[in-house]
């Protein structure tokens, strides 16, 4: 799973807008140390406090997150996306297309979510040799279909194709959501039994600037 070109922008005009309520505009201590060199937003002592404390009063005080935007390229498997687009509120993403491209690129192992296969079996153990051997059974008769597909032109071969297609297939889209987003999907998955949400997912919206401090009490 890989997180790839992210950006993250909206701290200004969030922060500016937090401060409507109450017209507390001069008290706001954030801000760029020189726009011209695109410096990274800095926010001040003030302003972390009160965004601190709208957080804690509850997603009803805590609009201003709404206003702080993501762009992230992910790559991970289909049964990853399959639960991801539970949350449809608020998130846009556009896909790589399995319909249109999938028969343009070998069908190769690196196709596929298999990093951490060999943490769930013992190296040798008969299971994970006859994994191993299903694996590479399947993926030469995909490749193999692809194949008849670009010579024939043959529509059944490719419907075969997508019909016996793994859901570790790795797929691409490009996703954009509030920081309003990632808190309500980190609180809900970061104990999930699936690793790309436990360690993955979560790493990355770690990483992001302010996420840990505006939600470390």
């Given at each position: 799973?890989?997180?790839?070109?992210?950006?993250?922008?909206?701290?200004?005009?969030?922060?500016?807008?937090?401060?409507?309520?109450?017209?507390?505009?001069?008290?706001?201590?954030?801000?760029?140390?020189?726009?011209?060199?695109?410096?990274?937003?800095?926010?001040?002592?003030?302003?972390?406090?009160?965004?601190?404390?709208?957080?804690?009063?509850?997603?009803?005080?805590?609009?201003?997150?709404?206003?702080?935007?993501?762009?992230?390229?992910?790559?991970?498997?289909?049964y990853w996306w399959k639960e991801f687009d539970t949350y449809k509120v608020g998130t846009v993403s556009n896909s790589t297309s399995t319909m249109h491209k999938l028969k343009d690129t070998p069908i190769t192992v690196d196709?596929?979510?298999?990093?951490?296969?060999?943490?769930?079996?013992?190296?040798?153990?008969?299971?994970?040799?006859?994994?191993?051997?299903?694996?590479?059974?399947?993926?030469?008769?995909?490749?193999?279909?692809?194949?008849?597909?670009?010579?024939?032109?043959?529509?059944?071969?490719?419907?075969?194709?997508?019909?016996?297609?793994?859901?570790?297939?790795l797929q691409k889209r490009t996703v954009t959501m509030s920081y309003e987003n990632v808190a309500n999907i980190y609180s809900q998955r970061m104990n999930h039994k699936l690793t790309e949400w436990s360690n993955d997912f979560?790493?990355?919206?770690?990483?992001?600037?302010?996420?840990?401090?505006?939600?470390?009490?």
């Open positions: 799973m890989q997180f790839e070109d992210t950006e993250v922008w909206g701290f200004e005009h969030a922060i500016r807008g937090m401060r409507n309520p109450m017209e507390s505009w001069e008290k706001s201590d954030s801000g760029y140390v020189d726009k011209r060199f695109n410096d990274q937003f800095h926010i001040g002592p003030n302003d972390m406090k009160l965004m601190k404390n709208l957080i804690s009063a509850g997603p009803e005080h805590r609009k201003f997150l709404r206003q702080i935007f993501i762009s992230v390229d992910i790559t991970a498997p289909l196709c596929f979510e298999m990093g951490d296969f060999a943490d769930t079996t013992e190296e040798n153990s008969t299971y994970n040799l006859y994994t191993k051997e299903m694996w590479s059974k399947l993926i030469d008769h995909l490749e193999a279909l692809r194949k008849e597909f670009n010579e024939t032109k043959d529509k059944r071969y490719w419907k075969e194709l997508i019909r016996l297609l793994p859901e570790s297939w979560i790493q990355w919206v770690d990483s992001l600037p302010y996420f840990k401090e505006l939600f470390t009490v």
